[in-house]
């Protein structure tokens, strides 16, 4: 049975691990440097959220992170990308006021999810929230 828990400090090292595996799955624009950079700097980002994870079972199945109205991240697990995972957590965020979120343009199947979920463009930078060279499209409700 799938259902949505707050995280702590100590979800963090599963949380790393399903994050990377994620990753790997959906982001091929990073490199194995730009990998190990954002990993190492995940325990900053992690503290600076409120994070919930969706369970299958005892399993982590995927995770977010809020801040305010903002979805500051969202994975799900790679043997669990399109089977609803996702979708649960975005409509949690909703129903907590979440309205913006940020998505790499190098990443069409995470632009496509979140428009979907009736999530628009409303912006574009060229880098990343950490000066890295990846365009960023900033999609509101």
């Not at 828990?5 to 949380?15: A, I, N, Q, V």
């Not at 109205?69 to 409509?91: P, W």
């Not at 428009?115 to 000066?131: C, E, N, P, Y």
Request: negative net charge; aromatic residues 10%; hydrophobic residues 45%.
């Amino acid at each position: 049975m799938r259902h949505i828990r707050l995280c702590d400090t100590t979800d963090f090292r599963e949380l790393t691990l399903l994050w990377e595996r994620s990753v790997r799955a959906t982001h091929s624009f990073l490199s194995e440097e730009d990998i190990a950079a954002i990993r190492a700097n995940l325990p900053t980002y992690f503290a600076n959220v409120v994070l919930y994870a969706i369970t299958d079972g005892d399993k982590i199945g995927g995770f977010i992170g809020l801040s305010d109205n903002r979805i500051e991240m969202l994975f799900v697990d790679a043997d669990k990308i399109g089977r609803g995972f996702g979708t649960i957590l975005i409509n949690h965020a909703v129903s907590l006021g979440a309205t913006h979120v940020d998505v790499n343009e190098q990443n069409p199947d995470a632009l496509a999810f979140y428009q979907a979920k009736g999530f628009r463009v409303a912006g574009r930078s060229d880098l990343d929230s950490d000066g890295r060279p990846f365009p960023i499209l900033h999609l509101s409700l």
